[in-house]
């Protein structure tokens, strides 16, 4: 006997010791945890783990215990075993660069589902029928990965109405998912895509879900084992000694599932385990098998209810960047996102009775303009080309704002957008009677400001006769009437880090400041939101 085996028995032995015990007192040790032997990647031995993408950390990896965390709704004993309600499957959603996956709300999940199960229940049968010669498909059967469009690499032929079809509009209205893509995009604003998938098996503990096509092999064994039983019908006794059998497998490339009852399924993975962890789970049987693998919950922990979604839009709030997006043409998104995660928070916290809702949509405006096309770009210096780069890509905004020919271009690119934005949301929601507000950072707020006023400094300059060299306070005002280009009433401008009180400043001859340079009738409420040590902000 070598080194090795002497070891390896010595080490069986005092686990076979720990479970006696265990058993003598707690059946299966139901309420202890069972840790799981993952040698160091500089060790002799293979890493053994589950390359699991939807676990993050450690806490994820399975504990035989009853966490009160943990919530099964659908485990009653005494519930006959029928095929999964919509209400116990949960969409998901998650961005291509996320690992974790973020359930839709009970409404939005029940509109999903109800789609899929029309498109999987029948009109499925039209898509194989297009792409049957390309496929080999014999008429009934479905493509492995259909679900995603793609039939054997070829996307699956169907016309733009037939697409639309099979869309739902999701997450308060800001979303659509498109199902034969399997892909949630922004409605309103584009650039913005994250997957979908469908969960019916989930992780115990996280219920993160189980690889959705994996999942329709293992709900389809599921169902020919049990289906019209009872999961009491497969109690089995620990405490005098029975021990569940393994009732099914189902092999998968990477992992295997293994059935001991209803309620008690786990996966193991199929990577390269160590020798050690091999030789003792074989030896142990079902008891370290579990100990080592994922248990796996059949339907979601929350029934999914209609009366699950978000209240109605009753405020628009369009955020509207500064200088500098073109160093980072996404970052506008984000920012419009941190507002309405940071006011749900907010709402629910201190106004939890409240039913209305305030949404907030993004106004990028930078890539709508072409402006000079890039002849700055062509006459930069290569020397310091960083620190150059950096200030034509941000400070040069405002160069290009207060420049008469590109000037009047920003202005229009930002007013058919926020136009457009209005116009594309009474359209999805006619009998919507919303407010309208504005955020605006930086030189956003001048720009904004301009828009809602009507401000053209040519037009300012010939209606006043001022110029270059009549400054003094007996010069008469402007007698343009203000007008905003807009197509709505505007109730509140919040002003982030605004330099537009340096800009009045240097547009208006001292004397000639009042409430004409931003008549009520235009906007409601003006906020000017600033920090004492933002250099470009301005009282």
């Not at 899929?116 to 029928?129: A, V």
């Not at 037939?162 to 584009?190: H, N």
């Not at 905004?397 to 008469?404: E, L, Q, R």
């Not at 949301?425 to 950072?441: G, Y």
Request: with cysteine; net charge negative; proline share 4%.
């Amino acid at each position: 006997m070598n080194s090795f085996d002497s070891f390896e028995n010595s080490l069986t032995d005092e686990i076979l010791t720990v479970e006696s015990q265990c058993n003598g007192i707690n059946g299966l040790c139901l309420d202890h945890k069972v840790e799981q032997i993952t040698p160091s990647k500089g060790s002799g031995y293979d890493s053994y783990y589950i390359d699991n993408d939807l676990q993050q950390d450690t806490s994820d990896y399975w504990e035989y215990n009853t966490s009160e965390q943990v919530v099964e709704k659908h485990s009653s004993p005494d519930k006959i075993i029928t095929e999964l309600q919509p209400d116990e499957v949960r969409w998901f959603y998650k961005s291509y660069s996320n690992k974790r996956w973020i359930e839709f709300c009970g409404d939005d999940s029940l509109n999903i589902e109800s789609k899929y199960q029309q498109l999987f229940n029948g009109d499925w049968k039209y898509y194989i029928s297009k792409t049957k010669s390309n496929t080999g498909l014999s008429n009934g059967d479905k493509p492995t990965n259909w679900v995603n469009g793609v039939s054997n690499g070829h996307h699956a032929e169907s016309p733009d109405s037939e697409l639309d079809k099979y869309t739902v509009v999701v997450r308060g209205g800001l979303y659509e998912v498109k199902l034969l893509q399997k892909q949630c995009v922004s409605i309103y604003w584009p650039g913005e895509q994250s997957m979908v998938t469908r969960g019916s098996w989930f992780y115990q503990g996280t219920f993160q879900p189980f690889d959705a096509d994996m999942s329709d092999v293992m709900e389809q064994a599921h169902l020919e084992l049990y289906a019209g039983h009872k999961s009491s019908e497969y109690f089995i006794d620990v405490k005098s000694g029975g021990k569940p059998p393994v009732t099914h497998t189902e092999n998968f490339p990477d992992s295997t599932v293994m059935w001991y009852s209803p309620d008690e399924v786990y996966l193991y993975s199929q990577a390269t385990p160590s020798k050690i962890v091999r030789s003792i789970s074989q030896k142990l049987g079902s008891y370290f098998q579990k100990s080592t693998g994922y248990r796996l919950v059949r339907g979601y922990k929350e029934s999914a209810i209609e009366s699950d979604r978000p209240e109605d839009i009753s405020h628009l709030v369009f955020v509207v960047h500064g200088m500098g997006q073109k160093m980072d043409s996404g970052r506008i998104i984000k920012n419009a996102t941190q507002f309405r995660e940071s006011i749900h928070w907010l709402k629910k916290k201190y106004f939890s009775s409240s039913k209305l809702r305030a949404e907030f949509f993004p106004v990028e405006w930078r890539s709508k303009v072409a402006l000079d096309g890039d002849i700055v770009e062509a006459i930069t210096q290569l020397n310091v080309t960083n620190l150059r780069h950096m200030l034509n890509s941000s400070a040069m905004d405002i160069m290009y704002y207060t420049s008469p020919i590109y000037g009047s271009e920003i202005q229009q690119g930002l007013t058919n957008e926020l136009n457009r934005l209005y116009k594309l949301f009474l359209d999805r929601n006619p009998n919507h009677n919303a407010k309208v507000s504005i955020i605006a950072h930086s030189l956003g707020c001048v720009i904004v400001y301009d828009v809602i006023t009507g401000w053209i400094p040519q037009m300012y300059q010939q209606e006043t006769g001022l110029n270059s060299h009549q400054h003094d306070s007996n010069c008469k005002g402007s007698t343009i009437e203000p007008k905003s280009r807009l197509d709505f009433h505007l109730d509140n401008l919040f002003c982030l880090g605004s330099p537009l009180a340096v800009f009045l400043a240097l547009r208006v001859p001292r004397g000639h400041h009042g409430n004409h340079l931003f008549p009520p009738s235009l906007c409601s409420r003006l906020y000017n939101i600033f920090h004492p040590s933002d250099p470009i902000a301005y009282r």
